[in-house]
């Protein structure tokens, strides 16, 4: 009987011990840490625009609420931006939009850097394998030809006006094409993952 005693004492002390306090690791507070800014690159041909998306994160990449953030451009006879994070293409060159972004009291920059290029005969899109397009933009004149180089699975949909030849569908290898006799601009996406898009600008 007195084994028993003991072994139940035991177990008691063992339950206190697992259990403690219930508190557990103390939830740490969000830290505004990294300013995100997408496109983090711009390509624009004159007159065109981009519209850029900042996004404050925390210490564990959380999204956090509270942001206001102001925009400047290194050249404006170049590439101005509006206050509302609008770049639009002055002047063939390059300038460096600056996006502050502030919560509380704390304060983070990020830099994107903007290329307002003359339309081209062709261009060159790679479908990565961090599932991105690269360059997220590219500039044609009219009858141009955009080809896409796949990386792995991705596919390429029109989210309005369409070239020659409409989407391409699934492909994870080699490469594909479409022509563009119409000037305007073109969205798409890759359907198979969140986030992946691209344009392409026809002058």
């Known amino acids: 009987m007195r084994n028993a005693h003991v072994w ?3 177990l008691l002390v063992a339950v206190l011990a697992c259990g403690g306090d219930g508190g557990g ?4 507070p969000a830290v505004f840490t990294t300013l995100d800014v997408q496109p ?5 041909a004159v007159n065109g625009t981009q519209p850029l998306t900042a996004t404050a994160k925390d210490q564990n990449n959380g ?8 925009y400047t451009s290194s050249d404006n006879s170049r590439a101005s931006v509006s206050t509302t994070g609008v770049v639009t293409g002055v002047a063939l060159g390059t300038a460096t939009i ?3 972004g502030t919560v509380g009291s704390v304060v983070k920059t990020k830099a994107v850097n903007v290329t307002v290029a003359a339309p081209g005969a062709t ?7 961090q599932s991105q397009f690269e360059p997220p933009t590219v500039i044609l004149a009219r009858n141009g030809i955009v080809t896409w180089n796949f990386a792995m699975l991705h596919n390429v949909t029109w989210t309005g006006a369409a070239p020659t030849g409409g989407n391409i569908p699934d492909q994870a290898t080699g490469s ?3 022509t563009f006799p ?4 073109y969205d798409y996406r890759c359907t198979l993952h969140a986030g992946m898009s691209g344009r392409v600008t026809v002058q």
């Open 182 to 185: 119409t000037a305007g601009t």
């Open 8 to 10: 139940s004492a035991g």
């Open 98 to 100: 600056t996006a502050t």
């Open 123 to 129: 261009a060159t899109v790679a479908a990565t394998t």
């Open 176 to 178: 594909a094409s479409r």
């Open 40 to 44: 983090a690159s711009v390509t624009l």
């Open 63 to 70: 999204t956090m609420g509270g942001l206001t953030v102001a």
């Open 25 to 28: 690791d103390p939830v740490q």
